[in-house]
């Protein structure tokens, strides 16, 4: 049974023959009853704005060059965000942050003996 139309009674609907073992051959592709289809098929024409007389193929065709275009001027919108925003900051703060190295000094230089000698004597006249 139909979950949510449980209680609902039937209608009888006035169809050819061959339409209506068609529907049915449909309906078991499906896997639904006759009435879940039939409101699948008027649900999707009614939500997506489509009429049955209408061909789908140009609206397809013009949707996906719309799509396309889209998309193009997305990319677009990036690379010049890159070009302009991105890459100069990036480049300014690797700047900042590169390191320079420093000068390096040696921290304790060994003294000859005679410059030992010479410091030591200055320390006690200096007494």
């Known amino acids: 049974m139909d979950k949510g139309y449980e209680k609902e009674r039937f209608e009888m609907l006035g169809i050819k023959a061959s339409v209506a073992l068609r529907f049915r051959k449909f309906c078991?592709?499906?896997s639904k009853s006759q009435s879940m289809t039939l409101l699948l098929m008027l649900d999707f024409f009614e939500?997506?704005?489509?009429?049955?007389?209408?061909?789908?193929g140009p609206k397809m065709?013009?949707?996906?060059?719309?799509?396309k275009k889209r998309i193009n001027g997305?990319?677009?919108?990036?690379k010049d965000i890159e070009k302009n925003q991105t890459k100069p900051t990036v480049a300014m703060l690797q700047s900042l942050f590169e390191e320079v190295e420093p000068i390096k000094k040696?921290?304790?230089?060994?003294?000859?003996?005679?410059e030992f000698k010479a410091q030591?004597?200055?320390?006690?006249?200096?007494?």
Not at 106 to 114: T, V
């Open 47 to 56: 939500g997506n704005g489509i009429s049955p007389n209408e061909s789908m």
């Open 74 to 78: 997305v990319i677009a919108i990036m």
């Open 61 to 67: 065709q013009t949707l996906e060059a719309l799509i």
């Open 106 to 114: 040696p921290r304790m230089l060994e003294k000859s003996p005679e």
């Open 28 to 30: 078991r592709k499906m």
């Open 120 to 127: 030591f004597e200055n320390k006690k006249t200096d007494l």
